[in-house]
């Protein structure tokens, strides 16, 4: 709480959008309470930075807008994209989750994922809804924020990221839930889907590389 007959030395008003009081003026911390109640931004040395307002609440903001709009994006490239080759499928689900992973962390993605998965099931359902998928999206989006946020995304770090999620998320976990529906055996599932998941992990890190190089970099720099 702010005393209320101390004055304060090398604070400031920032009001929006043009009007700036002096940051050396001396002002009561009634004339801060009163600037903030009339939706005015203050700052002071010691006690809360501007910046610091200002920058959380734009990103609370976009990271709200930009969540929404992977979600969607995750939902559709899930369920309608994906490039087939042979015996090979790889859909691009994973995309939006690995850029959320890379500006949000590893919480926003995983919920995110979750989230894109539960949507998919009810929007464009195939068979019976089976939860532990929804386990595995979390999973995936724990595992691509664990190595990527907050590093620089390279080719060997996005290697690493999708080894995991294809070897533990795709092939053992998925395999075993495969299991539970089809009601094969776990190594002859295994077998069957063992070479597609090994070939997707270049492929997967070679994609997040190149949408981290060209779009993430420009939403990190601020466009």
């Not at 190595?147 to 053992?172: D, G, M, P, Q």
Request: charged share 10%; glycine share 8%; aromatic share 14%.
């Amino acid at each position: 709480m702010l005393p209320g007959n101390e004055n304060f030395q090398s604070c400031g008003l920032i009001l929006h959008p043009l009007l700036q009081i002096n940051n050396k003026q001396e002002m009561t911390s009634w004339d801060v309470i009163a600037a903030v109640e009339r939706n005015s931004l203050f700052y002071c040395n010691y006690y809360v930075p501007e910046v610091f307002i200002m920058k959380k609440t734009k990103f609370t903001t976009e990271m709200l807008v930009v969540t929404g709009f992977m979600i969607a994006l995750a939902v559709v490239l899930s369920k309608l994209v994906s490039i087939n080759i042979s015996f090979l499928r790889i859909g691009f689900g994973f995309l939006p989750i690995a850029v959320l992973a890379i500006l949000y962390g590893p919480y926003v993605a995983a919920i995110g994922y979750g989230i894109a998965d539960l949507l998919g099931a009810w929007l464009f359902p195939t068979g019976t809804f089976f939860p532990g998928f929804t386990v595995s999206a979390v999973l995936t989006g724990l595992i691509f924020g664990w190595v990527l946020y907050n590093k620089e995304v390279t080719f060997v770090r996005a290697l690493i990221a999708s080894a995991l999620v294809c070897l533990i998320v795709n092939l053992l976990l998925n395999t075993w839930w495969l299991t539970f529906i089809i009601g094969k055996g776990f190594k002859v599932l295994l077998a069957s889907r063992a070479v597609k998941e090994i070939v997707a992990i270049p492929i997967m890190a070679l994609l997040i590389v190149a949408i981290d190089k060209s779009v993430l970099k420009r939403i990190k720099n601020g466009y």
